[in-house]
């Protein structure tokens, strides 16, 4: 079974730019999820999605962060702009319900100089 | 709102040696407790669950017992490998996970 998918696993920008990432949930997984983990820290969570509907983003920054999932399985995460204290990994992970085990992707490194 | 607070790193022991990693937490109810585990360079993955009161996860050598009494979900493994050189983190939540800040640990051969 493949598992969670992200692209780029890398990326570089300056601030102020925007930037987008992307994450293939495993197949079938109706449950969707976009963490921030910020060095030396644990993964805080941005935003969960129920199939194409969000279901918590209390903790996204809605002035510059953006997430949606299209069609219930694919998701894009986007910053516009960018500031310094964006450079995190961003973690997406995605789960067959709403109490099962989460599974995780790799991450997008992100730093913004 | 529910957090768990782990033991601070870094950790180096020797191989064969046995860890512990503390973690405690607080919650309304009884959440899912978890340990993640993230080796160098790769994403998180689930080492151990337990999903009620003294129920015991086990993974690897790895366990953990949910403590209702103390409120701990301690991570133990009796004789480490230079391969479990990681960053570990305690988690809860059935819906949403809250993770802990990692512990670093390092198996020196």
């Known amino acids: 079974e493949a598992g969670v998918a992200q692209s780029p696993r890398y990326k570089i920008i300056e601030k102020r730019q925007s930037v987008a990432f992307w994450c293939n949930p495993i197949s079938g997984h109706a449950t969707l999820y976009w963490y921030q983990q910020i060095l030396g820290q644990g993964p805080k969570l941005l935003i969960q999605?129920?199939?194409?509907?969000?279901?918590?983003d209390s903790q996204l920054p809605k002035d510059r962060f953006s997430a949606e999932r299209l069609k219930g399985v694919d998701s894009t995460l986007k910053i516009q702009p960018a500031k310094l204290e964006d450079s995190a990994v961003y973690l997406c992970?995605?789960?067959?319900?709403?109490?099962?085990?989460?599974?995780f992707g790799p991450g997008t490194r992100l730093l913004v100089l | 709102g529910d957090s768990v607070t782990q033991m601070e790193g870094p950790v180096t022991l020797s191989e064969e040696a046995c860890l512990t990693i503390?973690?405690?937490?607080?919650?309304?109810?009884?959440?899912?407790l978890f340990w993640y585990v993230q080796y160098p360079g790769e994403g998180l993955q689930l080492l151990l669950k337990?999903?009620?009161?003294?129920d015991k996860g086990s993974n690897k050598g790895f366990e953990a017992t949910y403590r209702k009494e103390t409120t701990s979900f301690h991570l133990e493994k009796g004789s480490v490998q230079v391969s479990d050189s990681a960053v570990y983190f305690c988690?809860?939540?059935?819906?949403?996970?809250?993770f802990g800040a990692g512990t670093t640990v390092t198996v020196r051969a």
């Open positions: 999605f129920q199939n194409n509907g969000v279901v918590d």
């Open positions: 337990a999903t009620k009161a003294d």
């Open positions: 988690a809860l939540g059935d819906y949403k996970l809250s």
């Open positions: 503390n973690c405690t937490y607080t919650a309304t109810g009884y959440p899912s």
């Open positions: 992970a995605s789960r067959p319900g709403t109490r099962e085990t989460q599974y």
